[in-house]
């Protein structure tokens, strides 16, 4: 007599094993008997449906547990690939944050500097100005300060439903132009201030005594920008970077009484080196503790939930992308594409490293399909997308055919179609020649 074990295994299985055919009769005889095949009969179609029900439940823990273990395997992916499409890439590690959805929404935040001057690459007219805040006031977006955004891309607080930050780089004079429209609006305001200009009585610069009249405002906040505007990157060692960004901390809260809390990379130059700096830079200034909450490029796209504190993305405005028209709309209601992996890792990139394909992992169930890059200088851009990891495939090298020692950027920017608007995510490069800085 075979166990009860063996029994519900027939069951589940082969109930013609339990109740047999006449010419089954031996295994008949000795396992059940006749009297009790109609109760196995009758036992047989419920067991079976209980055995499928639990085996398809451990089916589904199991691909649970698989899941959670290893979302987005970007690592063996980029394995898989042959050695030359890794050329230029270095594995350390960068500061993403832990991946995100789009659901948990998105925030943009613009960049400009002159107002009413003939420098159409880096000023605004007037009129185009007041045409933006107007937008703004008359299409449902709220301007909201710089703090409110970083304080979301922590994750302390939700993002609000189209939330705008206005930050002005340079401290430039032609700002006070500008200054009674925000407040007429009552728009909240950041100024990244590069100091030494202000000290020596620049003539294209505020005076302390302007930005002081800001920060009284209580609409205008001031922000670090170094003391020299110098390159940080290519022309500076670690400690007189570090000095330089320190001055301008100091003078900032010497001469306004306040303390900045954010930085802005001059020229949007950037290495894993500088920002582990700006990041750790934790000191105590004249009695009072000090250190940046986070930092902004210049980088276009949208801040999410999967932004870099450190290299918060912004989108400049000029004279050329001022009007009020379908780009300048695309660009306020973008949303942020959350970035889970990304390489090469480091922002700087050294022109030997020939690096010509760059790729990041996203979730694989947003439809990439429309999916569009672009290079700066009229690189062309290959985009390849399979289960998340996009691969993004250049003609040319970055930093192929850079000529002007003072522009040292390259720019990528991807978009795609989502809902009634567009996905959009930047990085930018800082190209550099034989740099340890390129090394990290």
Request: glycine content about 6%.
């Amino acid at each position: 007599m075979k166990s009860l074990f063996d029994l519900f295994i027939l069951i589940l299985f082969d109930p013609r094993k339990v109740c047999p055919s006449e010419s089954e009769g031996e295994e008949f005889s000795t396992f059940a008997g006749t009297r009790f095949c109609s109760f196995c009969k009758l036992l047989s179609r419920p067991i079976q449906y209980i055995g499928l029900l639990f085996f398809s439940s451990f089916l589904l823990i199991s691909c649970q547990s698989t899941v959670r273990q290893n979302p987005y395997n970007v690592e063996a992916e980029i394995n898989r690939l042959p050695s030359s499409f890794k050329r230029g890439i270095n594995n350390t590690p960068s500061h993403e944050k832990r991946p995100c959805d789009l659901k948990q929404g998105s925030a943009v935040v613009l960049m400009y500097h002159k107002f009413d001057e003939p420098y159409k690459s880096t000023s605004v007219t007037i009129e185009q100005f007041i045409e933006q805040m107007e937008f703004f006031k008359n299409n449902g977006y709220k301007v909201v300060s710089l703090g409110k955004i970083v304080s979301a891309a922590k994750g302390d607080i939700p993002f609000g439903e189209k939330w705008i930050a206005i930050t002005i780089d340079d401290a430039y004079k032609s700002f006070l132009k500008a200054k009674p429209i925000l407040e007429t609006y009552q728009y909240p305001y950041t100024i990244f201030v590069n100091t030494q200009a202000v000290d020596e009585n620049y003539k294209s610069s505020m005076s302390w005594d302007d930005l002081r009249t800001i920060v009284q405002s209580g609409l205008g906040e001031l922000a670090a920008h170094s003391h020299t505007h110098g390159h940080l990157v290519q022309d500076m060692n670690s400690e007189q970077r570090k000095r330089d960004i320190l001055v301008s901390v100091e003078r900032i809260f010497q001469n306004t009484s306040t303390m900045p809390r954010f930085f802005s990379y001059p020229f949007g130059e950037v290495s894993n080196n500088l920002i582990e700096e700006i990041k750790n830079m934790n000191q105590v200034i004249l009695g009072k503790s000090f250190y940046f909450e986070a930092a902004f490029s210049t980088q276009s796209g949208p801040v999410g939930c999967s932004s870099d504190l450190f290299t918060l993305p912004r989108f400049a405005i000029n004279e050329k992308y001022g009007v009020i028209d379908d780009l300048f709309k695309i660009k306020v209601n973008s949303v942020h594409l959350p970035i889970y992996d990304y390489h090469p890792k480091n922002k700087a990139v050294c022109v030997e490293q020939q690096v010509s394909k760059v790729y990041f992992s996203t979730d694989s169930h947003i439809d990439l399909e429309s999916m569009r890059c672009y290079a700066s200088r009229g690189n062309s851009a290959r985009v390849n997308i399979s289960n998340g990891l996009v691969t993004v495939e250049l003609e040319k090298p970055l930093g192929h055919g850079l000529s002007n020692p003072n522009d040292i950027r390259e720019r990528l920017n991807c978009t795609a179609y989502y809902k009634r608007g567009f996905i959009w995510y930047g990085r930018e490069f800082t190209i550099l020649k034989n740099s340890a800085e390129c090394s990290k």
